[in-house]
């Protein structure tokens, strides 16, 4: 499907990054094919991957882009996709996401042609194998209620799509971040420039979360760093800190209902912490207009679990 930008349609350029999943990426480039919006250009980024996933799209799917690394840089993959596009559009996916009808990417560029202003769009996350949504409750930490959007700081990496000069102004995903929390950097770039992110729940990606190459104690390890590094990197010292102090408890609070992860949780404040002065450096401080635009923000990121969820874990703990 590469190639057909001769349709009268805006090409879409989908990317999707890879390590080590073979079998999930081919799943997701041929779900993607099966889209019935015809102008399509197909990139694969794949951080070095050993277990066939290069030969894999080279034999089976010679018509996508692939874009080899020789190692595994994580996140920062997502910029060859963000900066080689030759789409108006952007649709990024994880390789173990996919659109979840064939009229998905088409009903992307049909919003996205009707309302010129928008430069970022999120759909609906939802858990493949449970139904359950990964974006529910994003709605209410909007900023403006359009009916059938809202408006908002949201992007989340597993189904987002861009408009292609928006994005480009940006300096991509955080290259230091590996993994995680990189959605929140890009966001707040796109914040910083005036430019419109909306959540979209009518639109659904669906998320089928491999365990594949899925550390989840390097993940809170990360989660935990990386939150610290955001607020650092682009809010003024004294919200900074307040920032991180709430971030810093509430990670905390986590860590009590999964004591698997302590370790994990010290290493990530500590190294968090450690690192603020350089990202200070790297940042570029938020604008009075876009922190004021944060304030929902803020609150979705620093949210506790719920008081039902912390009252049962001190449940089971006086139980023992």
């Not at 990202?279 to 803020?298: D, F, H, M, V, Y």
Request: net charge positive; glycine share 8%; aromatic share 12%.
């Amino acid at each position: 499907m590469n190639g057909k930008e001769d349709t009268g349609l805006p090409l879409v350029s989908v990317g999707i990054h890879n390590w080590n999943r073979k079998e999930e990426l081919r799943r997701t480039i041929a779900k993607v094919l099966e889209s019935t919006y015809p102008s399509l250009e197909i990139m694969v980024v794949d951080n070095g991957s050993t277990d066939g996933s290069v030969e894999m799209v080279k034999s089976e799917f010679p018509d996508v882009k692939l874009y080899e690394l020789n190692r595994n840089i994580g996140i920062a993959a997502r910029n060859t996709i963000l900066f080689e596009a030759s789409g108006k559009y952007i649709l990024i996916y994880d390789n173990d996401s996919m659109p979840a009808t064939s009229s998905t990417i088409g009903e992307i560029v049909s919003f996205l042609e009707r309302h010129v202003d928008v430069a970022a769009l999120c759909t609906n996350i939802i858990n493949y194998h449970t139904g359950k949504s990964e974006t529910h409750g994003w709605e209410n930490y909007a900023t403006a209620n359009a009916g059938d959007y809202y408006e908002g700081l949201f992007i989340h990496g597993a189904g987002t799509a861009y408009r292609t000069e928006c994005v480009q102004q940006t300096r991509g995903f955080p290259e230091d971040f590996f993994l995680y929390l990189d959605e929140a950097d890009l966001t707040l770039q796109l914040a910083n420039k005036g430019l419109k992110i909306v959540y979209k729940p009518d639109i659904v990606t669906y998320h089928r979360r491999s365990p594949v190459q899925r550390d989840n104690a390097l993940g809170f390890l990360l989660k935990t760093r990386n939150g610290i590094w955001v607020f650092w990197k682009y809010f003024p010292f004294s919200l900074a800190l307040c920032l991180t102090l709430g971030y810093v408890f509430k990670q905390g609070v986590l860590t009590a209902e999964r004591p698997a992860y302590v370790l994990s949780f010290f290493k990530g404040t500590y190294l968090g912490l450690r690192g603020t002065s350089t990202q200070r450096k790297k940042g570029e401080p938020l604008s009075r207009e876009a922190i004021n635009k944060t304030k929902r923000w803020r609150r979705q990121n620093l949210a506790l679990p719920s008081a039902g969820r912390i009252m049962d874990f001190l449940k089971q703990q006086l139980s023992r």
